[in-house]
């Protein structure tokens, strides 16, 4: 499978130079498998530019999982331009939500006066899924959903094929001790042997005190997730929407120097827009 980035950032984009490199984008990330399945997670403002490439190509089916609905998972639906293709075949796979299903999230953000299009008017051929925690399978690609430690809940996924495996965790809090919350051995059980982890690394370990039970991970936990379960390779996700470019470097130079006193040939580094793997 091949997976691609289209925006890392959290809570709100983020614009101007000094964000040029990671990009600016909230989360969107593309997963193809190698028998053509296409697999888009979460619908931050990235999709906007994935709609715009898929709209040059042939028609094809295209499935859409959302981990949660705060907005800056949410926000860029609107402006997927398949949507208004009546060629476009759409599945759309979330979780139940506070707020009832997914499908009635989405309705939601396009009523007046939210936005001049309802969904009703959309042109696509769109189904809706109820994900749980029990796997399923989208083509070739075999997916096991996780609760994940958020506000309002959400779900992390950890997708395989052909032997390969991609974690996606982002919008989750390790160590958090509140009454129903994962410990983190249970994150370190499904992660197990990743040959890639995507994890949010929102926070610093001096800016964390600030926002405990937010629902969002010191970067160096996450780096010591990653290593206690084997990892090949892992990516610092859902990036500060205030943490510049330099000092975005900075942090990953900093949980590069865990990885080596560690001892550990784990590759580690910060997601950024056009960020590309091949599994």
Known sequence: MNIRCWGSRGSFPACGPE???YGGDT??????SQSGDLLIIDAGTGIRKLGDLL???????????????????????PFFVPIYNKSTKL?????????????SVLKNIMK??????????????ITFHDISQNPFTIGSLAITPIKLNHPNSGCGLRIEENGRAFVFLTDNELGDEDPGSNPTSYFESFCKGADLLFHDAEYTDEEYPLYIAWGHSKFTDAV??????????????????????????????????IVRENDSKMECFGVGFGFQCEL
């Open 19 to 21: 964000y040029n490199r």
């Open 27 to 32: 989360a969107c990330v593309e997963v193809r």
């Open 55 to 77: 709209e040059t190509e042939p028609p094809k089916s295209i499935h859409i999982i959302f981990t949660h609905a705060h907005l800056d998972h949410i926000m860029g639906f």
């Open 91 to 103: 599945h759309i796979y979330g979780p139940q939500t506070t707020a009832g299903s997914f499908e």
């Open 112 to 125: 007046d006066p939210f936005f001049p299009v309802e969904f009703d008017k959309l042109r696509a051929d």
């Open 224 to 257: 010591r997730l990653a290593l206690s379960s084997g990892v090949k390779k892992f990516g610092l996700f859902h990036i500060n929407t205030r943490r510049t470019d330099d000092q975005m470097d900075e942090l990953v130079k900093s949980a590069q120097e």
